[in-house]
């Protein structure tokens, strides 16, 4: 969509694709409202939108430039003279009505020009999370030392990570504790025996599960289980009866509003968040501020993976704060354990150590390209593009595809379920030849080739991607599962629920290729990357550090060596401020 009435900078940004006609719409508007005639204000104002829209929480004017370039897939290069400088841009907005009017619709920090709610936003969510550094008070229900170090005795023996058990330890006497780690590294073991620790120190501890997705949380609470069987049976039937939800269902989300806030906090002692680097920053605010006085949190995930979709990077900002607890030291050394903040990082990786994708994970976490090379061979693998490499991802597609398929037609649920989870094509783009759609007709094309079936409406052995919450159908956001013919009828088939009839999925896509996005929180036994082109502002360490730590056991990506060396070396731009505040 074109802005018609874009002239001057506006009109070549949005011809250089720069810019999209919402950002210009909005940034024209709020001028008008505010009284701001200058063309270099509003031209921040649309910037401001782009990068919102783009999944930062602000625009950063000291890398303006780097930072909308970097999320502008198909723009026009422009000439050097047409960016604004950061002393320019500065200046510019320092007196902008945009910016001092009453009310005002930017808010200026330091360089971080914000929309002033996502300012509001984030410093609600600095406040609350400072706020949440104190250790655990002696309101009814918390635990005392003598029972923690007996729970902790209990559930660790002499059999565990010290880091695991200063996780559990913290959980149980600080109000905020953050456990992070790879793919691998043992946080649902270690969160297994949190919980296990929390609820024999105190046994009517309220506890609350959740997780960004419907499948996460399914996830979540599968692995949870698995974790906590080697457990004594007492506390493994407490955590198995846990009942894991999305963050969304969590606060009773209706109509855009939670039922659950300040006003009516949640009824539960402590939350626990599984992958919380899929939070977004306006959901986080929701979820600390319908914390009850006396509750406490627990975050768990990778900072190293991809960012949210939407506005914020709040676990990756989280990890960067100094995050001391006053006054934690003495209880700390009672237990022996050694003085902490509220984080913890699980080293190692339990699933894939020592295999080749560990060793590519590691390299990319640490930007090291040359060390990425090192890591390709049998269990990583680089097919740059040419037909004897198109031939061996169309095999290695077709050597899950077909079983899916067949089970599918057979009405054999289990097999086509697992079939489902032995390989996933991912992509970063959603359109052009390296997107989603291209790769879902192509997957389609090598099956025809092979096996009769026709992919113009559901068929016996889709895979399936279910893209909205639907609590009523039991489906959410990001669930996968497959069509089965059940006596002549199509039915949909996802993990842990019952059958029902393709008729009454509404919004599901064909899920042979998705994007990265959409695959955090899952795990494969074999990956193929569709790497874009070198040019992609897509193409970055936490996008491929995140595809390559959804596979199992093998990693095959299809695209140049240029590409992936370039994800291997580039990261990510986002603005935040949340980071950069007053420490916490």
């Known amino acids: 969509m074109i802005a018609q009435l874009a002239t001057g900078a506006l009109a070549l940004f949005q011809e250089h694709r720069y810019l999209d006609a919402s950002d210009i719409h909005l940034a024209t508007k709020l001028a008008w409202l505010a009284g701001e005639k200058r063309e270099l204000p509003i031209l921040l104002a649309a910037f401001t939108s782009k990068a919102l829209q783009s999944g930062s929480a602000c625009l950063d004017l000291g890398i303006l430039r780097e930072q909308i370039e970097a999320v502008s897939e198909d723009a026009v290069p422009l000439a050097d003279e047409a960016w604004p400088t950061a002393e320019e841009a500065l200046a510019a907005v320092e007196d902008s009505p945009l910016v001092v009017s009453q009310p005002h619709p930017l808010h200026l920090e330091g360089r971080l020009l914000y929309f002033e709610r996502y300012w509001l936003v984030e410093r609600e969510v600095h406040d609350r999370l400072k706020a949440l550094l104190q250790p655990r008070g002696c309101e009814p229900g918390g635990a005392n030392l ?14 565990y990570e010290p880091q695991q058990r200063q996780a559990a330890a913290l959980a149980a006497l600080s109000r905020l504790t953050v456990v992070t780690g790879g793919p691998g590294s043992g946080k649902t073991y270690t969160i297994a025996r949190v919980l296990a620790t929390l609820l024999a120190a105190e046994p009517e501890l309220r506890v609350a599960l959740a997780a960004p997705t419907g499948k996460a949380a399914a996830r979540v609470k599968e692995s949870l289980v698995a974790a906590a069987s080697s457990l004594p049976a007492r506390h493994f039937e407490r ?97 022996s354990l050694e003085p902490s903040g509220a984080l913890v990082h699980l080293p190692g990786n339990h699933r894939s150590g020592g295999t080749r994708i560990d060793e590519a994970a590691r390299a990319v976490q640490l930007f090291d390209a040359a060390g990425l090379e090192a890591a390709l061979g049998d269990d990583v693998i680089l097919l740059e593009p040419g037909a004897d490499a198109l031939a061996e991802l169309q095999a290695r597609v077709l050597e899950s595809a077909l079983p899916m398929l067949q089970a599918g037609e057979a009405g054999d649920v289990d097999a086509a379920l697992a079939a489902l989870k032995r390989h996933q094509l991912l992509c970063a783009h959603r359109e052009g030849p390296a997107g989603v759609a291209w790769w879902v007709r192509q997957v389609h094309t090598w099956i025809a080739s092979v096996h009769r079936f026709n992919p113009s409406g559901f068929y016996p052995g889709e895979p399936l991607l279910y893209t909205v919450n639907s609590p009523d159908l039991g489906l959410f956001n990001g ?66 550090y995140t595809a390559l730590t959804r596979a199992e056991s093998s990693v095959v990506m299809y695209g140049e060596r240029e590409s992936l060396l370039k994800a291997a070396t580039t990261k990510a731009v986002r603005a935040s401020g949340l980071g950069a505040k007053p420490k916490v």
């Open 239 to 335: 955590i198995e009866s846990l009942e894991a939800k999305t963050i969304h269902r969590l606060l009773g989300s209706k109509f855009g509003r939670f039922d659950n806030n300040a006003s009516h906090p949640l009824p539960y002692d402590m939350v626990v968040i599984d992958e919380a680097s899929m939070v977004a920053l306006p959901l986080m605010a929701a979820l600390l501020e319908a914390l009850p006085p006396n509750g406490s949190l627990v975050l768990v995930g990778d900072p190293d993976q991809l960012t949210p979709v939407e506005a914020g990077a709040v676990l990756a900002d989280i990890v960067e704060l100094p995050l001391e607890i006053p006054g934690l030291e003495p209880a700390l050394e009672k237990l």
């Open 146 to 159: 003598d029972s923690i170090a007996a729970a902790l005795a209990e559930i660790f023996g002499t059999d």
């Open 479 to 544: 669930d996968t599962g497959v069509v089965v013919d059940m006596g002549g009828e199509l039915m949909a088939c996802f993990p842990g629920r019952e059958p029902l009839s393709v008729h009454l999925l509404s919004e599901v896509v064909n899920a042979f290729a998705m994007t990265v996005h959409k695959a955090q929180g899952s795990q494969f036994s074999g990956v193929t990357l569709i790497l874009p082109p070198a040019g992609s502002p897509l193409l970055t360490h936490e996008l491929l």
